[in-house]
């Protein structure tokens, strides 16, 4: 529990945000007009490279800690996850 409260507490701010945004009516939208209006965002150069530029700042502006893998449970090519 204590594990879990700990984890809650480092990402409510990032999760709070990441709530609100919702890229869905943009990204498939309902009706002709604004299908026209999406793909004409993405026509332009300067538009799409903002857009890209926000998600990554968003996407990026959290800090996730190294944690290690521990003895009893090796990740990778000995455990047969990887390769």
């Not at 309902?30 to 999406?38: D, E, F, S, V």
Request: net charge positive; hydrophobic share 40%; charged share 25%.
């Amino acid at each position: 529990m204590v594990a879990f409260r700990r984890y809650e507490e480092e990402f409510r701010g990032y999760a709070r945000i990441a709530r609100k945004g919702n890229a869905g009516p943009f990204l498939a939208p309902p009706t002709q007009g604004r299908i026209a209006m999406r793909n004409q965002m993405f026509k332009r150069r300067f538009l799409l490279t903002s857009m890209l530029w926000m998600t990554d700042r968003f996407a990026t502006r959290i800090d996730l800690k190294d944690y290690p893998a521990p003895a009893d449970r090796p990740y990778g090519p000995a455990c047969g996850m990887l390769g």
